[in-house]
Each structure stands twice: as structure tokens, then as C-alpha cells.
Nanobody, 125 residues
Framework: EVQLQAFGGGLVQAGGSLRISCKIS????????IGWFRQAPGNVREGISC????????YYADSVKGRFTVSSDNAKNTVYLQMDRLQPEDTAVYYCAAGNFIRATPMMPLWYHSWGQGTQLTVSS
């Protein structure tokens, strides 16, 4: 059974940084992807980043490219999302998920079958 748990959200001032984590267990597929998603009230869930398990390649949505960095620590079965230069529009519930890596659209929520509970990020202006 695949289980994911995202944690580390909080309240940050605009321009600040935060790192959130996703503890993972039960992922055995060789070419899996671990994705980060976010959803603000009234908005659809947005894929913002993912990391491919087979080679560690990373992908980012334009909205976070250059500000967010995804990484993994395989020894700890944990994937991180370092978020820098945060802005109020980054306020959302952040989720991590495990799924199949699809090169054409790696951050499409449809490809992800196991989701963790979300962690709230609030960025104040």
C-alpha cells in the first residue's frame, strides 16, 4: 500500500522561504513520479513540480520555475519542495502524490493514484 504524508506548511511573509516534505512508503514501481500539487480555494488542483524516481529528473510549472526546487532523499524515503521568494499567490494547500511518469505531461493530476493529505501554506503580504 502506497502512503504519503506531506508536512511542514505554515505562515510565511512574502519574499520568504519554506521547505515542505513528503514522507513516502510502499512505492515500488521503477519509473514512478512523485508530484507536488497545490489547490487554493475556488481553484483547480495545479501540478507544480515532480521528480522522476528512475533518474531524478525534475519538472516545474511555469508559475514556480526558478523559485521552487524539488529533491529527494532516498535513504529517508522523503521528497522535499524548497520554496523561495514566496508570494501571496502561492497560498494554497500543498499535496504530494505518487503516480506513473508520463513524459509529455508529468504533472497532470490524472496520472497520480496515491495522494497524501495536504499541508497549508499561507503567504502574507
Amino acid at each position: 500500500e502506497v502512503q504519503l504524508q506531506a508536512f511542514g506548511g505554515g505562515l510565511v511573509q512574502a519574499g520568504g522561504s519554506l521547505r515542505i516534505s513528503c514522507k513516502i512508503s510502499g512505492v515500488t514501481r521503477d519509473d514512478a513520479a512523485i508530484g507536488w500539487f497545490r489547490q487554493a480555494p475556488g481553484n483547480v488542483r495545479e501540478g507544480i513540480s515532480c521528480i522522476r524516481s528512475s533518474d531524478g529528473s525534475t519538472y516545474y510549472a511555469d508559475s514556480v520555475k526558478g523559485r521552487f526546487t524539488v529533491s529527494s532523499d532516498n535513504a529517508k524515503n522523503t521528497v522535499y519542495l524548497q520554496m523561495d521568494r514566496l508570494q501571496p499567490e502561492d497560498t494554497a494547500v500543498y499535496y504530494c502524490a505518487a503516480g506513473n511518469f508520463i513524459r509529455a505531461t508529468p504533472m497532470m493530476p490524472l496520472w497520480y493514484h496515491s495522494w497524501g493529505q495536504g499541508t497549508q501554506l499561507t503567504v502574507s503580504s
